[in-house]
T-cell receptor, first 116, second 112 residues
Framework: DTEVTQTPKHLVMGMTNKKSLKCEQH?????MYWYKQKAKKPPELMFV???????INESVPSRFSPECPNSSLLNLHLHALQPEDSALYLC???????????????FGSGTRLTVV | TQLLEQSPQFLSIQEGENLTVYCNSS?????LQWYRQEPGEGPVLLVT?????EVKKLKRLTFQFGDARKDSSLHITAAQPGDTGLYLC????????????FGTGTRLTIIP
């Protein structure tokens, strides 16, 4: 299995809702990432998990809450989002922390989030 | 902050033509990667270059890493509609760094 699977593919939520995005990989990768991508822009890093522990938080607002329950699963919990948070949310993984620059990242197809 | 500037930002050419996309920085990178992203999908890794002056070929795509490891280019020969997408370069500022620096992106459209 060489894929990163993200669910749901599309999500529409109100500003008072609570929802979660899910990311799963079974490649044995020990580094996992959340990225946010606005239309026609490159991905922007949000969080990095290394060996299931949060190692980088790029000053992301607390309305985004990441969680890594085990080495295969990464969640992004969403609460009280704003319309400007509408974007494509991408999950990625690499074999181990610090190896992304050599082996590359495997990205999921993303969750298209719309906040209304 | 190390930046990667890509040029051109947008490129629209006829099928069969050749093109080159550039990725430039004032900083040195230990490695550089190229990704292609199609609409509604995540980026897909095309190549990693790690040695200054390195050239790699992937069918009609040729990737080069600059001698000083500050820049890279992607050359496509005889472009096809399937080459359409957003091309992203991404650099690793130092070996073992936990995050990549992504370039500004080049949106390529190949007209049949």
């Amino acid at each position: 299995d060489t894929e990163v699977t993200q669910t749901p593919k599309h999500l529409v939520m109100g500003m008072t809702n609570k929802k979660s995005l899910k990311c799963e990989q079974h490649m044995g990768h020990r580094a996992m990432y959340w990225y946010k991508q606005k239309a026609k822009k490159p991905p922007e890093l949000m969080f990095v998990y290394s060996y299931e522990k949060l190692s980088i938080n790029e000053s992301v607002p607390s309305r985004f809450s990441p969680e890594c329950p085990n080495s295969s699963l990464l969640n992004l919990h969403l609460h009280a989002l704003q319309p400007e948070d509408s974007a494509l949310y991408l999950c990625a993984s690499s074999p181990s922390p610090g190896t992304g620059g050599f082996y590359g990242y495997t990205f999921g197809s993303g969750t298209r989030l719309t906040v209304v | 902050t190390q930046l990667l500037e890509q040029s051109p930002q947008f490129l629209s050419i006829q099928e069969g033509e050749n093109l080159t996309v550039y990725c430039n920085s004032s900083s040195v990178f230990s490695s550089l990667q190229w990704y292609r992203q199609e609409p509604g999908e995540g980026p897909v890794l095309l190549v990693t270059v790690v040695t200054g002056g390195e050239v790699k070929k992937l069918k009609r795509l040729t990737f080069q890493f600059g001698d000083a490891r500050k820049d890279s280019s992607l050359h496509i020969t005889a472009a096809q509609p399937g080459d359409t997408g957003l091309y992203l370069c991404a650099g690793d500022p130092r070996r073992g760094n936990e995050k990549l620096t992504f370039g500004t992106g080049t949106r390529l459209t190949i007209i049949p």
